[in-house]
């Protein structure tokens, strides 16, 4: 069949019905159907690695998954693991050439997670349907410290923050300030520190005229901020409260002594 | 990439592809390994040369016999694409290579730094991700393979740049893990992308991007960042309001 080459091409991600799930968000699994199935470590990291990197010839899999072996000794490592697949996840993993592929009846969550993201970055105006996977799901492996993982967990990472932010941005472009405050606060739960997400939350409270809720989100960030790594919201931030900044600060000093109120602005 | 006028295509990023009109053809390793040679060192070579670097391990005789093999097991209809004449051999004129595309995409990054929108898009992110015939161990792969890795690093290096200035910065970023994970102990390329986080306004992923470097740096190499690198993110925090 002619399209049999093309789905050997990098990316093809088919993901049919009655195939495998694999996962590789918060933890490693692998489904056929509805059953679990069992897969050792050195399997896991070739079907990690498959599904991170796209096809992969020979040489680069050994050289990457058995760095300090002897080739003889690393190819066996792989013959051990592909053996073991075979037995229990016929197909799943199929040879090219001297390349390894995914087979195209593996749906990969970190897959449908990124094409979700990067069509919300793509595209200029979509909300797609499939925008839940940006909320739910979590770190890719957290608990595996090879190179070929840590860099790509970041970047994972860094794209989900991207398209939320963008998402929040879209809808509240359109005045659904709810949903846009959702997909703030998600990113602020992915990444605390970042201002790009506090900026939003305190837009999107100021939006629905909630002065008290943005003032005390950005208290909160700014302390969070001064503890974990000692700086100051950016000037852009804090100007974005500063007529409220100064009526609290100028209701502070008016206040009764010891109310507590903490100031705002030194 | 477009289909040239002789209707031949050669890729030779992330794998060995020959198609004919749009239509893949399956070809074996040694007329593989000769038209990827032909693709790649683009001149006419005097043919006893070609054969005795793709078979640098028989007699010259031997050699030559295989390079002969090699272009008779072509099928028929891919013929045309190797010319010989005078004891040379070369490439037929009018292929399309994916990787004289993907070395002009990244020259336009480099010396133009004004070159079209498209050479900053995600299409352009995954021609300068793809490596040179990752498969393939053989001498004269190897420091091409390298000198295109070099190439496509810088430029994804320069477009991460070229998107910050912009403020798009989630493309940015996007390049910049492309060149981090093409080469994850380079500096330079963590440099881009720190300084894209820090011209988002996000300190803190800043100083992440950082510590992961100085990691890694630190397990691999035994070495910590420049100092250039460390008061570039150690400054970002001088800010106050």
């Known amino acids: ?266 | 990439m477009t289909v040239s006028a002789s209707g031949f295509q050669v890729r030779i990023l992330n794998g060995f592809e020959l198609s004919v009109m749009g239509r893949v053809v399956l070809i074996k390793a040694g007329p593989q390994r000769l038209i990827a040679f032909l693709t790649l060192y683009g001149r006419p070579h005097p043919r006893s040369y070609v054969a005795g670097i793709l078979w640098p391990n028989v007699a010259s005789d031997r050699a030559n016999a295989n390079l002969r093999a090699s272009i008779w097991r072509l099928p028929a209809q891919c013929r045309p694409l190797i010319k010989l004449a005078d004891g040379y051999i070369r490439l037929a004129d009018g292929v399309t290579v994916d990787y004289l595309d993907a070395k002009a995409l990244a020259h336009r990054l480099l010396d133009d730094p004004e070159s079209r929108d498209a050479d900053l898009s995600r299409g352009a992110r995954l021609e300068l991700s793809s490596e040179l015939l990752p498969a393939c161990y053989d001498e004269w792969v190897l420091i091409e393979r390298e000198r295109f890795r070099q190439l496509r690093v810088h430029a994804l290096e320069v477009q991460c740049e070229r998107l910050t200035r912009v403020g798009r910065y989630a493309e940015a970023i996007d390049a910049g893990f492309a060149a981090v994970c093409a080469e994850p102990l380079r500096e330079s390329s963590h440099r881009v992308l720190i300084s894209a986080h820090l011209a988002e306004g996000n300190t803190s992923e800043a100083r992440r991007q950082y510590a992961l470097f100085r990691q890694v740096l630190g397990n691999e190499l035994g070495i910590e960042p420049s100092d250039d690198l460390r008061d570039l993110t150690a400054h970002a925090c001088d800010r106050h309001p």
């Open chain 1, 1 to 266: 069949m002619p399209g049999d080459l093309q789905s050997t091409r990098p990316y093809a991600r088919a993901g049919q019905r009655g195939g495998f799930q694999l996962r590789l968000l918060d933890s490693f699994s692998l489904r056929h159907v509805d059953a679990q199935i069992t897969v050792p470590t050195g399997p896991q990291r070739l079907l990690a690695f498959l599904a991170i990197h796209g096809p992969a010839p020979r040489p680069v899999i050994l050289g990457t998954l058995w760095p300090n072996a002897r080739e003889p000794r690393a190819r066996g490592s792989l013959r051990t693991a592909m053996w073991r697949l075979h037995r229990d996840a016929p197909r799943l993993i199929r040879p090219v050439d001297d390349a390894l592929i995914l087979g195209p009846d593996v749906l990969v969550d970190l897959h449908s997670i990124t094409d979700s993201a990067q069509s919300i970055l793509q595209n200029s105006s979509e909300i797609p349907d499939d925008r839940w996977q940006l909320f739910a799901a979590g770190e890719l492996l957290p608990d595996w410290r090879d190179d070929w993982v840590i860099f790509e967990r970041e970047r994972l990472r860094q794209l989900r923050l991207h398209a939320l932010d963008v998402l929040a941005e879209r809808f509240a472009a359109q005045g659904r300030y709810m949903d846009a405050l959702e997909a703030a606060l998600e990113s602020a739960r992915i990444g605390p520190l970042r201002e790009t997400a506090t900026r939003m939350i305190i837009a999107m409270h100021l939006a629905g005229d909630n002065v008290a809720e943005a003032v005390r989100h950005y208290e909160f960030f700014r302390d969070l901020l001064g503890a974990e790594l000692g700086i100051e919201p950016s000037r852009q931030l804090t100007a974005m409260l500063s007529p409220w900044l100064r009526t609290l600060v100028t209701a502070d000093l008016s206040a009764p002594a010891g109310s507590g109120r903490r100031l705002l602005v030194r």
